[in-house]
């Protein structure tokens, strides 16, 4: 078969487990078990919650173990305001290629419901955070302390929905989130080109290489869309500081300096950086950060996927392979089809083929020896549902 032909039969098994995806996940009310929620094990809790290395060991022998040892460990099915947005994004797209009523109806009733998810406390602006402690080896979160991760992806869904409906209430909810962004993150870096926020309001120190990208992608967008330049230079500081971090070979550590983190250049955030630079350039007309995306973009497909297809753990370091690793790639070639021809049919080939269970779900990990067959709805379903039709509607545009 020639090239077409073969994104045809992927994207047509591509539409399929879509479908199957978003009903399997539906059916579920979005509600799962996701990679980090040890900790909201009643048992864990008691008996490691009380320092910063049980907790650690806790979370990590959970999320290390070949299967999933939650259920027997109390960990409760919740539904993840992150998941959420990633299911927004996968309805407004297949919205896009479709126009069926019901992606628009199904994406806006979970916008409603991410209103009535938001953290709780005092804070500047609205945001949004995880429903389970969290220990980092920066930070410790309690439960539901709003992050500006969850918040930018947040954030995201409500731009993409201001876009699709021209409904200015969706606008709003970003205008509202601003003040969390620019109020209560602890400000890490300030100097007349270079901006650096937290990751949480909490006492912290590590500076993480995808936060201030990923406010400054937010900031942008809202500039665009809402035809408001107040927040346009500090859009720019954010994304200067995360684009000189960029190593000689075009590579992101994953903290700033990289010695604060023992993650090294991963998959998933490496992806996050290109999209959000991505979507600060265009949204803001500013090139001239364009090579060092196109060379990070580079780097993203030499170190951080296999011939076929797989995602790669880090640059140095092969498996596990994670389907996260996977849908971000997909996310971030299927626009590139220009330039990496067949690279994201590729990488859903094998998600489909490797990763993929027929009622609906996709597997968590494949390592040397063995798959991971569980299934996490944030994780898992979330993240390939919006890879996929995130995949079709770049397929249909071309």
Same mark, same amino acid.
């Given at each position: 078969?020639?090239?077409?032909?073969?994104?045809?039969?992927?994207?047509?098994?591509?539409?399929?487990?879509?479908?199957?995806?978003?009903?399997?996940?539906?059916?579920?009310?979005?509600?799962?078990?996701?990679?980090?929620?040890?900790?909201?094990?009643?048992?864990?809790?008691?008996?490691?919650?009380?320092?910063?290395?049980?907790?650690?060991?806790?979370?990590?022998?959970?999320?290390?173990?070949?299967?999933?040892?939650?259920?027997?460990?109390?960990?409760?099915?919740?539904?993840?305001?992150?998941?959420?947005?990633?299911?927004?994004?996968?309805?407004?797209?297949?919205?896009?290629?479709?126009?069926?009523?019901?992606?628009?109806?199904?994406?806006?009733?979970?916008?409603?419901?991410?209103?009535?998810?938001?953290?709780?406390?005092?804070?500047?602006?609205?945001?949004?955070?995880?429903?389970?402690?969290?220990?980092?080896?920066?930070?410790?979160?309690?439960?539901?302390?709003?992050?500006?991760?969850?918040?930018?992806?947040?954030?995201?869904?409500?731009?993409?929905?201001?876009?699709?409906?021209?409904?200015?209430?969706?606008?709003?909810?970003?205008?509202?989130?601003?003040?969390?962004?620019?109020?209560?993150?602890?400000?890490?870096?300030?100097?007349?080109?270079?901006?650096?926020?937290?990751?949480?309001?909490?006492?912290?120190?590590?500076?993480?290489?995808?936060?201030?990208?990923?406010?400054?992608?937010?900031?942008?967008?809202?500039?665009?869309?809402?035809?408001?330049?107040?927040?346009?230079? &500090? $859009?720019? /500081?954010? !994304?200067?500081?995360?684009? @000189? #971090?960029?190593?000689?070979? %075009?590579?992101? =550590? +994953?903290?700033?300096?990289?010695?604060?983190?023992?993650?090294?250049?991963?998959?998933?955030?490496?992806?996050?950086?290109?999209?959000?630079?991505?979507?600060?350039?265009?949204?803001?007309?500013?090139?001239?950060?364009?090579?060092?995306?196109?060379?990070?973009?580079?780097?993203?497909?030499?170190?951080?996927?296999?011939?076929?297809?797989?995602?790669?753990?880090?640059?140095?370091?092969?498996?596990?392979?994670?389907?996260?690793?996977?849908?971000?790639?997909?996310?971030?070639?299927?626009?590139?089809?220009?330039?990496?021809?067949? &690279? $994201?049919? /590729?990488? !859903?080939?094998?998600?489909? @083929? #490797?990763?993929?269970?027929? %009622?609906?779900? =996709? +597997?968590?990990?494949?390592?040397?020896?063995?798959?991971?067959?569980?299934?996490?709805?944030?994780?898992?379903?979330?993240?390939?549902?919006?890879?996929?039709?995130?995949?079709?509607?770049?397929?249909?545009?071309?």
């Amino acid at each position: 078969m020639n090239a077409d032909s073969v994104h045809g039969v992927i994207a047509a098994d591509a539409r399929a487990a879509l479908a199957s995806t978003l009903a399997w996940s539906r059916a579920r009310d979005y509600h799962g078990h996701t990679k980090h929620d040890a900790l909201a094990s009643p048992l864990l809790w008691a008996l490691c919650g009380w320092g910063k290395w049980p907790r650690l060991l806790a979370i990590q022998a959970v999320m290390r173990s070949p299967v999933n040892l939650r259920p027997l460990l109390g960990v409760p099915k919740t539904c993840n305001p992150k998941g959420l947005a990633l299911f927004v994004h996968a309805h407004l797209d297949r919205h896009a290629v479709n126009r069926t009523q019901s992606d628009l109806d199904e994406a806006q009733r979970l916008l409603q419901r991410l209103m009535t998810m938001r953290s709780p406390g005092r804070w500047r602006g609205l945001a949004w955070g995880y429903p389970y402690p969290w220990q980092d080896l920066g930070f410790f979160a309690p439960a539901n302390t709003p992050n500006a991760v969850v918040t930018a992806f947040i954030c995201e869904a409500f731009l993409h929905a201001h876009a699709v409906t021209g409904l200015r209430e969706w606008l709003e909810v970003v205008a509202q989130a601003i003040p969390f962004f620019l109020g209560d993150l602890r400000v890490l870096k300030d100097t007349p080109d270079e901006l650096c926020l937290s990751y949480m309001p909490v006492d912290m120190r590590m500076r993480v290489m995808d936060v201030s990208i990923l406010i400054g992608s937010v900031l942008a967008g809202y500039e665009r869309q809402a035809g408001d330049r107040s927040h346009h230079d &500090t $859009a720019r /500081r954010l !994304v200067n500081y995360v684009v @000189r #971090r960029q190593t000689e070979y %075009a590579a992101w =550590f +994953y903290t700033d300096p990289p010695a604060d983190s023992p993650v090294c250049h991963d998959n998933y955030h490496t992806g996050f950086i290109l999209d959000a630079l991505w979507r600060y350039m265009q949204a803001t007309g500013d090139r001239g950060h364009e090579e060092a995306y196109y060379r990070g973009l580079r780097y993203y497909h030499d170190h951080l996927f296999n011939a076929d297809g797989s995602p790669r753990w880090m640059s140095d370091r092969d498996y596990p392979h994670d389907i996260h690793g996977a849908a971000q790639g997909i996310i971030t070639f299927a626009r590139h089809g220009d330039a990496y021809p067949g &690279t $994201a049919d /590729r990488i !859903v080939a094998w998600a489909l @083929r #490797r990763m993929y269970h027929p %009622a609906g779900r =996709f +597997y968590y990990q494949e390592t040397p020896w063995y798959r991971k067959k569980f299934t996490l709805m944030r994780w898992c379903n979330a993240w390939m549902a919006r890879a996929l039709a995130h995949y079709l509607r770049c397929g249909a545009e071309t």
